[in-house]
């Protein structure tokens, strides 16, 4: 059976929910995971909106808190909000996204990567320098993410509070998993000249990767967050991790 790609489920829930046809926009959750408390990385955010009623917080995407009023997040999750940026939503500190607790702010700008364009591979969008900056409508009092490259890292950590598998519609905790990270040959192997290294890295497993709703979400590497969950060729798939938007060029 030919596996859901990793961002066609959102899109097509997303387009339904705001009665649109389908767009190319977010996606991405962790498989082979556990779960973890919120406290754990209290820069994080869970972006979403009150029309995506799919999913408990509107939740769709995730993100990284780099100031106390600015969230990096994975372009494509947000390029269809950019006139509009006042339905979106930021909530921080959810173990669950069906809880009530936390912290929920409101968007006021949204800001892609200059550089943002998609191409495609096996009919999954590729989203090249896969960045945006979100304002929000006023300063939360936490932490910013600790951001810095990968370098010669093998490993890493994703969270995130999407599906644990691709058949998985019901997860709404957070989970976070180690991943390995096999180097540019590798990615290249699995996606020829779809992964540019200049602006991406790879990461994940058959055992654990990032999936559907997960995108926006950190890669931590050496402590910090070294990318983003951007997209891949389904969630866990043999031969094709996971691959990353990297922070080198911020927006």
Known sequence: MVKLSRRLLCTVLLGASL?????ATPANAVTGGSPVPAARYRWLGAVGSP?????????????????PDRLL???????????????????????????????????????????????????????????????LARRV???????????????????????????????????????????????????????DPSDMLCAGSPKADSCQFDSGGPLIANGRVAALVSWGYGCGKPGYPGVYAKLDSLP
């Open 141 to 195: 009092n936490r932490p910013a993410a600790p951001l810095g490259a990968a370098g010669a890292a093998r490993t890493g950590e994703i969270a995130g509070w999407g599906f644990t598998s691709e058949n998985d519609l019901f997860n709404t905790r957070l989970r976070a998993a180690r991943v390995p990270l096999p180097g540019d040959a590798a990615c290249r192997r699995a996606y020829g000249d779809s992964f």
């Open 73 to 135: 997040t994975a372009g494509h999750c947000v390029s269809m909000f950019r006139t509009v940026p006042g339905v979106l939503r930021v909530t921080f500190g959810r173990d669950d996204l069906t809880d009530r607790g936390g912290e929920t702010v409101t968007v006021k700008s949204v800001r892609m990567h200059p550089k943002y364009r998609e191409t495609s591979f096996k009919d999954e969008t590729v989203s090249h320098h896969d960045l945006a900056v979100l304002t």
């Open 19 to 23: 009665g649109l046809a389908p767009l």
């Open 51 to 67: 029309i995506f009623f799919v999913r408990p917080a509107g939740q769709f995407c995730g993100g990284v808190l780099t100031a």
